[in-house]
């Protein structure tokens, strides 16, 4: 009888990740959350959660709603309709600034439950409108508490562009200060819960998730080495292009290509927008081959879902870095339409699921092999 030593990897936390579940307002029935996370934006879809929680009879002892300062005017035409749904699940929500210390305050009420609740804290999280730093703020001070969590996704019936808005004008998307689902760049800034750890000894290496803004992209590529620019073809850059869910939509990954002008010599994949898991699988590849030699930077400009599983990456690599670039301006009137589907995403005991992000790359002892004779 013989023991083996085995490391424990990225693959191993993957393999036992829940994919997302495709629900209706009555599958949400008897949900009972001590804290539900909400955000107040343009999309009409950021209603839709709130709206299939009121109708199921779910309850929430504590609404917390994110708000952005981004397009204020157009968040406010859902305000109304978002607390209303709200207050029919639970009280009055509490109402925190998005692009303000958002970290801070949903850590101090997670801590002032957690003092009230002796239990781990059930917490529902709709990611519909939610931006992708708030995402990674949100799911990492998420996973550094000891609650049952359940990710809820409100998906857009229509996203923009369309196949027809595009090829109409392509080059429109590749120019500067073109509105198309954003544009400008406000700030580039590193993430405060991913701010990584780098050595001065060694190279920059990016890892994009893109978005339909070059603007933004090419801002954050900037800040992480000016000299990246210069020569944008022989640049250290990795790129996880979005691969839509639905056939109809698979076209945009030759869009993102162009939109971005990626030179055939970088790095890049094509990653599931919906499956979260691709997202870590892709990142963790992308990091076995340069995560000894670089220094790793993230920028998550992608789908939320893509961005969750950044959070989960990032979580068990805390030296890579994560930056953002915040747009100057959203086009509320051109970006998504309608809900298609609500998705929920159990993902359990974030206690369990943290202890097995920081199992990976340590050694395991395997049952022991019976060993045969001659």
């Known amino acids: 009888m013989s023991a083996i030593l085995r490391e424990t990897t990225m693959e191993d936390l993957i393999s036992g990740l829940p994919e997302a579940v495709e629900v209706s307002s009555g599958d949400l029935a008897g949900?009972?959350?001590d804290l539900w996370i909400g955000a107040l934006g343009f999309e009409p879809r950021c209603c839709a959660v709130a709206a299939a929680l009121a109708e199921s009879g779910a309850r929430a002892a504590h609404p917390f709603l994110c708000e952005y300062q981004t397009n204020a005017a157009s968040n406010e035409k859902n305000e109304a309709e978002l607390i209303g749904h709200a207050t029919r699940f639970g009280p009055e929500p509490r109402r925190?600034?998005?692009?303000g210390q958002l970290g801070e305050e949903l850590r101090r009420c997670l801590d002032e439950l957690a003092a009230e609740i002796d239990r781990p804290l059930r917490v529902g999280w709709d990611i519909s409108v939610a931006s992708n730093q708030v995402v990674l703020t949100v799911g990492s001070v998420l996973l550094g508490t000891d609650c049952e969590l359940e990710v809820l996704y409100a998906e857009a019936q229509v996203y923009h562009p369309t196949r027809d808005a595009y090829t109409a004008e392509p080059e429109q998307w590749r120019g500067e200060d073109w509105l198309g689902l954003?544009?400008?760049t406000l700030n580039v800034r590193v993430s405060s819960e991913h701010p990584g750890d780098h050595s001065a000894q060694l190279p920059n290496r990016l890892a994009i998730t893109p978005g339909y803004n070059r603007d933004r992209v090419r801002s954050i590529v900037s800040k992480v080495d000016p000299s990246f620019l210069i020569d944008l073809d022989g640049a250290p850059i990795s790129w996880l292009v979005g691969q839509p869910r639905l056939e109809s939509d698979q076209w945009r990954c030759k869009a993102?290509?162009?939109?971005?002008?990626?030179p055939s010599k970088h790095e890049w994949d094509e990653v599931s927008t919906f499956d979260y898991r691709e997202t870590i699988r892709s990142m963790e590849r992308m990091y076995a081959k340069w995560g000894l030699s670089h220094n790793i930077s993230?920028?998550?400009m992608g789908s939320k879902l893509q961005a969750l599983?950044?959070?989960?990456f990032c979580?068990?690599?805390?030296d890579v870095r994560v930056m953002f670039a915040q747009p100057e301006e959203y086009n509320a009137n051109r970006y998504t339409e309608g809900i298609r589907s609500l998705w929920t995403l159990p993902l359990g005991s974030t206690r369990d699921l943290t202890s097995r992000l920081a199992e990976i790359g340590t050694l395991k002892r395997t049952k022991p092999v019976q060993t045969g004779t001659s």
Not at 96 to 99: G, L, Y
Not at 309 to 312: E, P, Q, R
């Open 309 to 312: 599983g950044c959070v989960l």
């Open 256 to 262: 993102i290509n162009e939109i971005h002008g990626i």
């Open 182 to 184: 954003d544009r400008g």
């Open 96 to 99: 925190v600034a998005a692009d």
């Open 298 to 300: 993230l920028a998550p």
């Open 315 to 318: 979580s068990a690599r805390p």
């Open 31 to 33: 949900r009972r959350y």
